[in-house]
């Protein structure tokens, strides 16, 4: 199979970052990298362009970084409770999602993650106290614990 050699205009996930050289399948480049403006071909022209695009790439990563030890620092041993409904025998009705988790986050530290930030395999289906790596930005991680309650009527 042939491949296509690009230059990257911005972070691609699997792929690489803004100003790298990547070489990717012919219709993954001609059908969404290009259009998208995410990549050019690697020609001669753009080849010109790649130092620019690093020089770019590595002053956002040092902000990225820096904003990233910033939240990590918020928010590491930081504890959220989240009620669950469960039924007489303490088993919980549905589960704890990662949305749940970045909603209930966001509800206490007032920090909006994304959802790639907070890599849960699966999602949450008993009671009790979970410890949450979350991934920031530049390799920057942090872990926070979760604490799966049973809600309690009143």
């Known amino acids: 199979m042939a491949q296509q050699k690009i230059l ?3 972070d691609v996930d699997n792929v690489g970052r803004k100003g790298d050289l990547a070489t990717v399948k012919p219709g993954y ?3 969404y ?3 998208q403006g995410l990549a050019l071909i690697a020609n001669r022209a753009a080849l010109r362009r790649q130092a620019t695009l690093q020089e770019e790439r590595r002053i956002r990563a040092e902000k990225d970084r820096a904003e990233a030890q910033g939240l990590s620092g918020r928010l590491e041993g930081e504890t959220i409770e989240i009620e669950v409904k469960v ?3 303490g088993h919980l009705y549905g589960s704890v999602s990662v949305l749940d ?3 209930h986050l966001k509800a206490k530290t007032g920090i909006q993650l994304e959802k790639k930030m907070v890599p849960l395999k699966h999602a949450i289906k008993e009671t009790g106290v979970f410890d949450i790596g979350l991934r920031l930005k530049e390799g920057i991680s942090a872990t926070v614990h979760v604490k799966v309650i049973p809600h309690t009527e009143e």
């Open 33 to 35: 990298l290009l259009p």
């Open 101 to 103: 988790i970045m909603e």
């Open 87 to 89: 039924d007489h025998e």
């Open 8 to 10: 990257l205009l911005e």
């Open 29 to 31: 480049a001609f059908n």
